[in-house]
């Protein structure tokens, strides 16, 4: 069983900044990447920026230069800072990671989902 536990979001005003956590546990097994998605309502759910076990980052272009990750790979943990924020960045941002066992193959986990809400 993997459990992924997101912390952060919020309400900021526009231009502030805000910063979401994830961890995961359980059998994890071989991280391919982790990162975050977001749904706006009546939007369909979208990449905002995941990173691979060795390091590689990619962000969707709406949020690069305001959006840093950083992670702890002992703890199986990603930070997302979130600077300059924009009322379009209202969503729910969900931790998604992507996995492979020997067991199971190639499994997605996501996140219950946190809101992040930018007042203009």
């Known amino acids: 069983q993997v459990q992924l536990v997101e912390s952060g979001g919020g309400l900021v005003q526009a231009g502030g900044s805000l910063r979401l956590s994830c961890a995961a546990s359980?059998?994890?097994?071989?991280?391919?990447?982790m990162g975050w998605y977001r749904q706006a309502p009546g939007k369909q759910r979208e990449l905002v920026a995941t990173?691979?076990?060795?390091?590689?980052?990619n962000y969707a272009d709406s949020v690069k230069g305001r959006f840093t990750f950083s992670g702890d790979n002992s703890k199986n943990t990603i930070s997302l800072q979130m600077n300059s924020l924009k009322p379009e960045d209202t969503a729910v941002y969900y931790c998604?990671?992507?996995?492979?066992?020997?067991?199971?193959?190639?499994?997605?986990?996501w996140g219950q989902g946190t809101q992040v809400t930018v007042s203009s």
């Open positions: 990173v691979t076990s060795g390091g590689m980052t």
């Open positions: 359980g059998s994890i097994g071989r991280i391919n990447t």
């Open positions: 998604n990671l992507d996995t492979w066992t020997t067991l199971w193959g190639k499994r997605v986990y």
